[in-house]
């Protein structure tokens, strides 16, 4: 773009100093006879003329110079900001990708945990019936067993009567 316009000028002046040069030369042919003086005038002007012309030309060259001068240092700062793009990029990525992993596991672990707390839950129900019963059969036992000495006792007292009547009895038919 700034070439473009670097270019353009360069035509206008281009177009200009013809236009003087032209304006001289007519000067020159409609009067026919050159003087010293005229001579020395359009010596003067054409001197002017190419001074001015060469001045054009070296502005025109260090403009130039500036502009490729900047373009260049704009393109080592593009270079740089794609480097440092590129490197924040690398750096975001592995941690998204991290994350991303750690994600999955969490919620892998989550459905696991899921899982086993219902199954712990019904391992817990099932634990608590069986104790229940566990405790429930031991009290039936110790009721039991109270019920067998009760019987064993009575067992015991009765065959204990029957002995002592049977001992009455032979001493009895032992006496008599």
Do not use: W
Request: aromatic share 2%; net charge negative.
């Amino acid at each position: 773009m700034m070439q473009t316009e670097m270019q353009q000028e360069e035509a206008c002046e281009s177009q200009q100093s013809l236009t003087q040069s032209g304006q001289i030369s007519e000067n020159l042919s409609l009067s026919g006879a050159l003087t010293k003086e005229d001579e020395e005038m359009a010596r003067s002007a054409l001197s002017t003329f190419m001074a001015k012309e060469e001045e054009i030309q070296k502005r025109k060259t260090e403009v130039q110079e500036r502009v490729l001068a900047q373009l260049g240092r704009i393109e080592q700062e593009n270079r740089r900001l794609a480097t440092i793009r590129e490197e924040l990029e690398a750096l975001a990525d592995p941690r998204k990708k991290e994350v991303t992993l750690v994600q999955k596991k969490i919620d892998a672990v989550n459905k696991d945990l899921k899982t086993l707390g219902q199954t712990c839950q019904k391992k817990e129900r099932e634990y608590k019936e069986a104790v229940e019963a566990f405790n429930e059969k031991k009290k039936e036992k110790a009721e039991l067993i109270a019920r067998l000495m009760e019987l064993v006792n009575e067992s015991e007292g009765l065959r204990m009567q029957k002995l002592e009547e049977l001992s009455k009895n032979l001493e009895t038919v032992h006496l008599a």
